[in-house]
């Protein structure tokens, strides 16, 4: 099944919001999660508080992958921000469903949608 | 009895060896509990009482290999600190010799009478109660009987012509003679055994007293290498077990091999010269120089003691799942002040959370977040844990405390169930989850749910260590019911195209145990649930 799936991960910001929307494509594993978390911590240094991210082009994801994401929703929250994740794959939906955090990660159709639901949060202090 | 008769019975005796040992060991760990552990601990409480023991185990199984494996069985189940046992085994050689020449006990009949009422009694249920000591004493029976059929098996060897022409090779080379003593303990897997056939063709004239007793060194060695051979799916402590056995034996056999040899260059007297001064007989010869063989293995003991650790760490490092199954936080003066002792089963417990993913590993679909030990190992180690932990409650509820902290102790004590529900959970998960292919429908959902069930425990992990409100959000919405969400997977996967019928129970199944491991991770968090509705 692995076999199947492409290597690695890339993760780039795409607008610098807010919010900011960040692509990521290929594979968020156990590989990919330091990588991901990485860019995640520096992405809140730069001030990045309201965070899209969109999952269209990601094939795949696992426990690993969605820490990573857990782990940024636990750097915006305390600073007033928020994350949403966009146009997932049914696969990778219902991974993410699975662990019962649809509400925390705020799942969306699209990036648009998921900008909107963001920009209806209320502003970081 | 033909050499095909003979192969046979040395394979039965293998798989009765195994057997056996398997069934000490399981049954053993079902009677680990804090008290017994008290008891065993009182047995060998100083190096004398446990030379006593080592002495009469010896004496009473008649082989070194049956005690060290036995010994090996107590120190998995944490019956029994390895620095005791070491004492233990060393004693037990000595005890092996006096037996061997002083009163020899059928053991073979005894052995038949331990399997034979142990067995019968197992199928009655009023000895319910005490199945798993009766288990104990059955494998016990089985691992005898593993080695007297091995015994047994080497019969023809000593039967046959070619026997007695290697034995007359044998006077030509003392070195020829101790190898040869080596391969024969392997194969008859008894030293007193040997030493009777030694006897035998020394009163034939075929052997001379010195070749034969250099055989009878070589067993000590041999010794050794059937411990190790025998103990090849050992690890950590039982190991060591097995490794001071060799290193006690070939050490005493070695120094007496050399002093042999330097006798035979004229330097100094050897043992059986000196003995044959005060007109000993051949047998008492032979059997003072085994005796003193095995006398010497507590003797190098004593004098290894202070490197014993550093040596058997080397040769046997702590596997993992051993230091899995010690407690870190729980110890006798722990249970002194009931909040602490809430405090540190917390700490307990969250290391059983902390080692469950590693259940799942043969199911995930992320192959790069397997770890290296293997499930079977791990949920040993978490039982023997859980054991623990839920002994130290059991002590404690002993203990006069105020309500509030009865409270407590109740709530504890229903969390380690839950703990203990838990691991059987996740563990069942894994196991159905793996029997789905690759590639199929089925399957991807399953490692999904694996996947899921991962991230929820590190995240109930992160809350039992640090109690951080964040992981708590996090915690209620993970652990919501997830009745309604199970139920359409398996309401989709009797639509649509999931493999099998097997498959599709096998899913079936997964989803059921999903729902029961969130219930009971919700149980063991405290975390009041987010409800269903609120997560749609």
Not at chain 1, 86 to 97: D, I, N, S, Y
Not at chain 2, 118 to 125: A, E, K, V, Y
Not at chain 2, 367 to 383: I, Q, Y
């Amino acid at each position: 099944m692995q076999s199947t799936r492409p290597v690695g991960l890339s993760l780039c910001t795409s607008t610098s919001g807010p919010p900011c929307v960040v692509a990521l494509s290929g594979t968020l594993d156990a590989h990919s999660q330091v990588e991901a978390e990485r860019f995640f911590q520096s992405l809140v240094a730069t001030g990045a508080t309201r965070v899209v991210l969109d999952c269209s082009q990601l094939d795949f994801i696992s426990s690993a992958g969605i820490r990573a994401f857990i782990l940024l929703i636990k750097l915006v929250r305390p600073i007033g921000g928020a994350v949403s994740i966009c146009a997932a794959k049914p696969h990778v939906r219902q991974m993410l469903e699975f662990t019962g955090l649809q509400t925390l990660l705020a799942l969306s159709d699209s990036v648009e949608q998921g900008c909107a639901a963001l920009a209806q949060e209320r502003s970081p202090n | 009895m033909s050499t095909t008769e003979a192969v046979a019975l040395f394979l039965v005796g293998l798989v009765f060896f195994f057997l056996g040992l398997d069934g000490v060991k399981a049954s053993l760990r079902g009677l680990a509990s804090r008290s017994m552990r008290r008891r065993a601990q009182a047995a060998v409480a100083s190096p004398l009482r446990a030379a006593i023991l080592g002495i009469t185990f010896g004496a009473l199984s008649q082989s070194a290999t049956a005690v060290a494996f036995l010994l090996s069985s107590l120190v998995s189940a944490r019956l029994l600190p390895l620095s005791r046992a070491l004492v233990v085994v060393s004693w037990a050689n000595p005890g092996t010799a006096i037996l061997a020449f002083l009163a020899a006990i059928n053991l073979n009949l005894a052995t038949l009478w331990i399997i034979g009422l142990t067995g019968l009694s197992l199928r009655h249920r009023k000895l319910k109660p005490i199945h798993t000591l009766l288990g104990a004493l059955l494998g016990i029976g089985f691992l005898l009987f593993g080695l007297t059929q091995l015994k047994r098996a080497a019969t023809p060897i000593q039967e046959a012509e070619w026997f007695a022409t290697v034995s007359i090779a044998l006077n030509a080379s003392l070195i020829l003679g101790f190898i040869a003593g080596a391969l024969l303990r392997v194969v008859i897997q008894s030293s007193s055994a040997i030493v009777v056939i030694l006897i035998a063709l020394c009163g034939k004239g075929l052997l001379g007293v010195e070749q034969a007793m250099m055989v009878i060194h070589g067993t000590g060695v041999g010794i050794g290498l059937s411990v190790i051979l025998l103990g090849q799916g050992l690890r950590g402590e039982a190991l060591r077990i097995s490794y001071w056995q060799a290193i006690l034996n070939a050490c005493s056999a070695c120094v007496l091999a050399v002093w042999l040899l330097f006798a035979a260059t004229d330097m100094m007297p050897s043992l059986p010269k000196l003995l044959s001064i005060a007109s000993v007989s051949v047998e008492t010869n032979l059997a003072i120089g085994f005796t003193l063989q095995m006398l010497l293995c507590p003797l190098f003991g004593r004098m290894m003691q202070s490197r014993t650790d550093a040596i058997l760490t080397k040769l046997a490092p702590e596997a993992a799942e051993d230091e899995l199954a010690r407690p870190r936080f729980l110890d006798e003066g722990a249970q002194s002040e009931s909040e602490i002792a809430i405090d540190l089963v917390l700490r307990e417990q969250a290391r059983v959370v902390g080692a469950l993913p590693t259940l799942l590993d043969r199911a995930r679909l992320d192959t790069a977040g397997r770890g290296t030990l293997a499930a079977t190992d791990v949920k040993v180690a978490l039982e023997s844990l859980n054991n623990e932990i839920a002994g130290f409650l059991a002590d404690l509820t002993a203990q006069e405390v105020d309500h509030a902290g009865g409270v407590q102790v109740a709530a504890t004590i229903a969390r380690q169930q839950a703990l203990i529900e838990l691991v059987e959970a996740v563990d069942g998960i894994a196991t159905t989850v793996a029997r789905l292919p690759d590639e199929s429908t089925a399957r991807m959902i399953g490692g999904g749910l694996v996947e899921a069930t991962d991230v929820l425990l590190g995240t109930l992990q992160e809350w039992l260590e640090r109690r951080d409100p964040a992981d708590q959000e996090f915690l209620a919405a993970m652990t919501a019911d997830r009745g309604a969400q199970m139920e359409s997977v398996r309401r989709g996967s009797a639509t649509l195209d999931y493999g099998s019928a097997s498959d599709q129970a096998n899913l079936l199944y997964a989803t059921s145990l999903f729902e029961r491991t969130v219930y009971l991770a919700r149980r063991v968090s405290d975390v009041p649930a987010t409800t269903e509705s609120s997560l749609a």
